[in-house]
Every structure is written in C-alpha cells, then in structure tokens.
C-alpha cells in the first residue's frame, strides 16, 4: 500500500489499524465550522482528511460543526462547499452536526440515567470558580448530586425553555480533582434562546463542542477523526464519552495546525479585518482564505502541492509564505499562457520605421509548452516600453536600452536606442530608435547578437487594463505572536493600483480568473470585478522571490 514516499504519522496508524484488520475501509471527515470562510489551514486539513481516504480506498463527511446558533450563516455553508470542490475534493455526505440535536439530546438523557450527568444551577463564575487551576484539586457543585429523576425532569424542562440563558447547565459528572481540566465536570449543555441557521427555533438548548464533535464521528462511524494539536488534552473526554454512550468507538488524532510567515489564520482575525474594513471582503485577494486565493489567480494544484510538500507534523510550526508563492509560480510557469503588458510605459519611436506600417508578428504562447502554440501580436513604430528599461547613464552590465546600445524587441527586431527626449520637468518622455529590418525574429540574418530583450507594445493597437498588485498584508513574520493588536502590523503598502496600464489586444478577450504570465512582470489574472470596458487584472505571484524582510528595529 505504501509508495515510495515516506508515510505521515496518520498513514502509519491507519496501515497499521487495516492490518490488524481493525477496519475494512476507513472513513475521515472534515468539520468545518461555518463561521467563516475557509482559510489556507483549511486546506491543510482538507488535503489531508481527504487524501487519506483517497490513498485508502475509503470515504470522507463533509459536516458542518453547527452546534453554536449564535456565529453560524448560511453564506458561510455555500462558501465552504464551494471551496472544498474548487480544490479538487467529493465529499461522500454533507451533513450538520445540527441534524443530530435529537440523538445528542438522547445520548445526554442516557448519561443522567446513568448517573454521568447532572443539570447545575451554578452561574459559569461559579462554575469557573469550582473548577480551580490544574494545580489543586477542583471542589464539587452544590447540585452534583441530585437525584436522577431530578436531572431528567430539570433537564427536560431546559429543553422547553423554561429557563433563561445561563440559568441552568448540563454537565459530565467525572472527576473534579483530575489533572486534565476537561475532565472536572464539563459542560456538555448550555441554554441560549437563539435562532438556529437550519433548526430555527426548534432548540433552545445547545451541545458544546465537546458534547457534539465526538458523538457526531461516532454517528457517521468515522475511523480516524483528525485534528489540530490544541485538542490533545480534549481526547480523554472524547474517549470518556464514547465509552459511556457506548457507541462507534471513532479515535482522535491530532496533528499541528498550518502557520504560514506574514499571514494571520484565524477565522476570527480575518472577519475583524473584513469588518473594520482592512480588506474589501473575505476573497480581498491579499487574505488567506480559498476564495481570495481563487481570486488571486491560485490554482487548487498549486494548493495541493503545496499541502503535500509542507506534511503532516505532530510540533507547531511556522511554514514560509515563500513555499505557497513557489508552488504556484511552478504550475503557472507550466500552465499560463505569455502576453506582454508594459505596467510604466514610456514611447518608442523606431525613426526608420516606415509610418502608417504595422506588421503581425508571430510569438510563442509559452515556451515551457509547444502545445499551447503561437498568436500574432501587431506591431508598428510607436511603441510603448517599459521606462525602467531605459538607463540614461547605463550601470555596470547593462544589457538593455541606453544611449548607443541595442536590444532584441521580445520575437520581433533588433533596434538601436539613437536619442531620448525629456519633458519640461526632467522626465523622460520618448526614447527614438532605429531598427534592423533583416533581424526579425525567427528570419534574422543580421549576424548582430544583443543580450537584452524587451517585451513592448504597438501604442495604436494596445488595449487598457487596470492593474492590482499585492504585496504582504502584514510586515512582521508571525503577526498574531506579536505584542498588542495584531492589527498594527498590517502592511500600509499591500495594495497598488497602476490606473492604466497598456496590455495585448488579445487581452481583451480574457474570461475571468484567466492565467497569464506578463512576460518579465509576473503571474496576472483576471479579476471578477473586471468588465468589457475596464479590464482589471491581479498579480498572482512575481516571477521572483523579491520580497526583502524589514530589519527589526
Ligand atoms: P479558526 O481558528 O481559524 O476559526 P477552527 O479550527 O476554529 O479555525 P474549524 O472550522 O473549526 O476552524 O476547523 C475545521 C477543521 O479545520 C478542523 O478540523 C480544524 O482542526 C482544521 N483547521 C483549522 N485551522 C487549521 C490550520 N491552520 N491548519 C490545519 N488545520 C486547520
Ligand atoms: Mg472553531
């Protein structure tokens, strides 16, 4: 069953569990919480749970953990579907933890029939109180001990909403000395008259995460119920509570949650930033969630790989934002299509040029791809270039335009920059130039060989496009670890805006999300909010790693 590859600590449980016979097939799940929208963490758990049943041959639950009325939308359970599909993944089932309310409100009756669990009158400051710190024994509710009719009757009476939020709790009757926390008494129930995403008003009282998580991988007989490392300490109660229901004995396993440099991750974090206005929405495609990836111009293959290289660790780690950037500039560099764009342009005029000539030039769609073919790109002799690559006093190893020196045009002629033109200001307006009409690309018998090449555009036949570029949301490493508000370390400069910029004609035609790469300028694709008049292009990724990190003061 094993490849070639190394197995994850998950994989060797599972093989091992399979080879015992333990199981026949294995069954994951992924359980969102739907009070946001997935962020790249996510997908770190999605490849996994995924993936895993995937390499097994078994099957994987899409269930919303819905079980807090108060946070959860139904937007938030569209965006969640869509993004597991965009990233390639069948979920077996989708269901709601809030589909098991009636069976949960069983299980809890079974455990106050079995003396486990008793209805307490205790605010939660004397809950928190009672409960004490790990290092000394916890001291027992006055109401621990109520008889079992008393709980039942209570208990149901909770449930027709007799009482107030806060009024009454159910808890586990376990074991308030114990080392682990969750175990002094937990709550399992708390009251809250609040309107429920799918059951209404139906339910008055709510399981806790703890209460809801576990009984609900045992409902749907999941094998391997996988999760980040912070629920370590929760696994006894998982199993305390398995064993007393006496139910599908489903096993946690924990693995460490995706941190990524620049980025934060938690869904709380990110809906501050879309609520007070940091960011245009949860796709703004400097965000870390799926859909602003999506947005962005990231493929779900991107994501993937990018899963898979990063692993699965049992220790808290901090993964480099620059590895994200890596995996999709490889897919890109394989997949998008080359188009040249000029982001700061200044005018060519190619003086020997005939006027009123324009030629169709013919240039390879991407050169990592024979099958993606050629496309003709009109050419005349007034183009716009980029200002950065003319120098008036060349560096040291200059290879493109200066006074004197000679450049390839990218698939079309060699041209010799003769003069330049400066406006009132200082600022260079035009540069004149000569060409080599025997040194067209793929017919050049100048026997001149230059070093530069140049990517331009036909001033007459470009097209208009406004152009995104973002940088880091965020100037320091690890944002959230920061002292204050996470918020002050956001990065003043991630968005830049180019109004007008000139790109292919062909451009025009893109459909949006449509990948291209601006050949010497990055990864760009379309964005959603572009129309047939004005074009709006984001950069996915640079073609480099130019990011250099802000010296701490
Ligand atoms: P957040 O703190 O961002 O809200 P969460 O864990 O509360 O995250 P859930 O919707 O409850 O979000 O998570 C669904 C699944 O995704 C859980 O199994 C959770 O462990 C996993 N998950 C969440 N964040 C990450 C992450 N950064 N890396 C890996 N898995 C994650
Ligand atoms: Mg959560």
């Not at 070639?4 to 969102?32: M, Q, S, V």
């Not at 099957?59 to 938030?76: H, I, S």
């Not at 990233?87 to 309310?101: I, Q, R």
Request: contains cysteine; glycine residues 6%; negative net charge.
């Amino acid at each position: 069953m094993s490849e070639e590859k190394d197995l994850n600590f998950i994989e060797e449980i599972i093989e091992a569990d399979l080879n015992i016979g333990k199981y026949h097939t294995i069954r994951t799940r992924f359980p969102p919480e739907p009070n946001g929208y997935l962020h790249i963490g996510h997908a770190k758990s999605i490849c996994l749970n995924f993936g895993l049943a995937l390499k097994y041959g078994g099957e994987t639950n899409l269930r919303f953990d819905d079980t807090n009325p108060v946070t959860e939308e139904t937007e938030y359970v569209d965006s969640i579907k869509a993004d597991v599909l965009w990233l390639g993944f069948n979920w077996a089932k989708e269901l709601y933890a809030s589909d098991y309310f009636e069976q949960l409100y069983g299980f809890a009756v079974k455990l106050i029939q079995k003396g486990l669990a008793f209805v307490d009158d205790s605010s939660s400051e004397e809950i928190a109180i009672q409960k004490k710190s790990p290092s000394e024994p916890g001291i027992e509710s006055p109401y621990r001990n109520r008889s079992v009719e008393e709980n039942l009757e209570l208990f149901a009476n909770m449930r027709l909403g007799k009482y107030e939020d806060g009024a009454k709790v159910l808890r586990a009757k376990i074991d308030m000395s114990s080392p682990n926390m969750h175990l002094r008494d937990p709550i399992l129930y708390r009251i809250k008259h609040a309107h429920h995403h799918r059951t209404g008003d139906e339910w008055c009282i709510y399981p806790l995460y703890d209460f809801a998580h576990g009984q609900s991988d045992s409902i749907e007989r999941i094998t391997h119920s996988i999760c980040t490392l912070e629920f370590i300490p929760h696994r006894p109660l998982y199993d305390w509570l398995i064993e007393k229901l006496e139910i599908f004995p489903s096993k946690q396993y924990e693995f460490a949650r995706l941190n990524l440099t620049y980025t934060v991750m938690s869904k709380r974090k990110l809906l501050q930033l879309v609520n007070e206005g940091y960011v245009s929405g949860w796709d703004d495609p400097r965000m870390p969630t799926l859909s602003a990836y999506r947005r962005k111009g990231y493929t779900p293959e991107s994501i993937r790989e990018f899963c898979d290289r990063i692993g699965v660790q049992k220790r808290e780690n901090l993964i480099d934002l620059g590895l994200l950037e890596y995996c999709i500039r490889e897919h890109l560099n394989r997949i998008a299509e080359r188009r040249m764009a000029v982001l700061d342009p200044v005018k060519l005029i190619i003086t020997n040029y005939p006027e009123e000539q324009t030629e169709e030039l013919s240039t390879e769609n991407n050169p990592e791809n024979k099958d993606a073919g050629t496309r003709m790109v009109p050419f005349s002799g007034t183009l716009w270039i980029e200002r950065e690559d003319f120098m008036e006093l060349p560096a040291k190893k200059w290879f493109r335009l200066a006074p004197g020196t000679m450049v390839r045009l990218k698939s079309a002629y060699i041209i010799r920059c003769d003069d330049f033109v400066k406006d009132e200001n200082g600022n260079l307006k035009e540069i004149l130039a000569s060409y080599i009409p025997e040194s067209r690309s793929g017919a050049d018998s100048s026997g001149i060989h230059v070093k530069g090449t140049i990517h331009w555009l036909s001033v007459a036949h470009a097209a208009t496009a406004e152009i995104r570029l973002y940088d880091r949301l965020f100037k320091v490493e690890n944002p959230a670890m920061e002292e204050g508000d996470f918020k002050e370390y956001i990065n003043p400069d991630s968005l830049h805006i180019i109004e007008r910029a000139y790109i292919e004609p062909s451009l025009k035609d893109a459909a949006a999300g449509e990948k291209f790469q601006f050949i010497r300028k990055g990864y760009f694709c379309l964005d959603t909010d572009s129309t047939a008049e004005h074009l709006v292009f984001n950069r996915t990724v640079t073609l480099k790693d130019g990011w250099v990190k802000e010296t701490k003061k």
